[in-house]
């Protein structure tokens, strides 16, 4: 069982809130991913960190942005939240290629 | 960058018969093929994996074979259980560290 947390499980925010998604391992891993799971379940990476203070965009565009100050933390932010990021959001760690998911955050914005 | 395909998209199986789930990859860099299975509510998670140095592996009532030659590597899950019911994803790796995911695959098995 991997050692990957994320918090809230649910959030129901409502339009230009912003928020913070939570995402911590204890695995020490180096490598942490974010993932945007929509309805038709298909997985989209959104961020990627290879280590502290190295930040990428994944293959999805995404309004969010990501900070990497600790290893074992890689929050998610959305400044203005609106409906169209309503989703479920993954997180993942990794020391080589096997990656460990996060149980998930479902967001929704009314 | 790469691309996986995934087929089929629903599988509906009797208890005790067979699954199969294929999928192919287009990048001849890949060169490590995970398999995931995501429940309901939680997140995926890995069941087996195989490398392109290997053209079969097993792990009790599953297995994944891999032809590198044709790009395309399948799930084969015998015996199938209620608890085998859940979404599978494949995915590919070239030559960084980022998955690319096929679109998944839903497996109901009927009692």
Redesign the interface.
Same mark, same amino acid.
């Given at each position: 069982e991997a050692d990957i947390y994320q918090t809230p499980r649910y959030l129901v925010i409502g339009t230009g809130k912003k928020i913070t998604l939570e995402c911590s391992q204890t695995m020490g891993h180096d490598k942490m991913y974010w993932y945007q799971q929509d309805p038709g379940m298909e997985l989209h990476l959104i961020h990627y960190s290879y280590g502290v203070n190295s930040t990428e965009k994944g293959d999805l565009s995404s309004e969010s942005t990501v900070s990497r100050i600790r290893t074992e933390h890689f929050p998610l932010t959305l400044e203005s939240a609106r409906p169209s990021h309503t989703s479920q959001y993954l997180c993942a760690s990794s020391e080589y290629h096997e990656q460990y998911f996060g149980p998930g955050t479902r967001l929704t914005v009314t | /960058?790469e691309n996986v395909e995934q087929h089929p998209s629903t599988l509906s199986v009797q208890e005790g018969d067979s699954a199969v789930i294929k999928c192919t990859y287009s990048d001849s860099a890949s060169n490590?093929f %995970?398999w995931?299975k =995501?429940e309901l /509510?939680? *997140? %995926? =998670?890995?069941i087996i994996?195989i490398r392109s140095n290997v053209g079969e592996k097993k792990d009790q009532r599953i297995a994944v074979t891999l032809n590198k030659t044709a790009k395309h590597f399948s799930l084969h899950i015998t015996e199938t259980q209620p608890e085998d019911s859940a979404?599978y #994803?494949c995915a590919a790796?070239p030559n960084d560290?980022?998955?690319s #995911?096929g679109? *998944?695959t839903?497996v109901t098995v009927r009692a």
């Amino acid at each position: 069982e991997a050692d990957i947390y994320q918090t809230p499980r649910y959030l129901v925010i409502g339009t230009g809130k912003k928020i913070t998604l939570e995402c911590s391992q204890t695995m020490g891993h180096d490598k942490m991913y974010w993932y945007q799971q929509d309805p038709g379940m298909e997985l989209h990476l959104i961020h990627y960190s290879y280590g502290v203070n190295s930040t990428e965009k994944g293959d999805l565009s995404s309004e969010s942005t990501v900070s990497r100050i600790r290893t074992e933390h890689f929050p998610l932010t959305l400044e203005s939240a609106r409906p169209s990021h309503t989703s479920q959001y993954l997180c993942a760690s990794s020391e080589y290629h096997e990656q460990y998911f996060g149980p998930g955050t479902r967001l929704t914005v009314t | /960058g790469e691309n996986v395909e995934q087929h089929p998209s629903t599988l509906s199986v009797q208890e005790g018969d067979s699954a199969v789930i294929k999928c192919t990859y287009s990048d001849s860099a890949s060169n490590y093929f %995970p398999w995931y299975k =995501q429940e309901l /509510g939680k *997140g %995926p =998670q890995l069941i087996i994996d195989i490398r392109s140095n290997v053209g079969e592996k097993k792990d009790q009532r599953i297995a994944v074979t891999l032809n590198k030659t044709a790009k395309h590597f399948s799930l084969h899950i015998t015996e199938t259980q209620p608890e085998d019911s859940a979404v599978y #994803f494949c995915a590919a790796i070239p030559n960084d560290y980022k998955l690319s #995911f096929g679109a *998944g695959t839903t497996v109901t098995v009927r009692a």
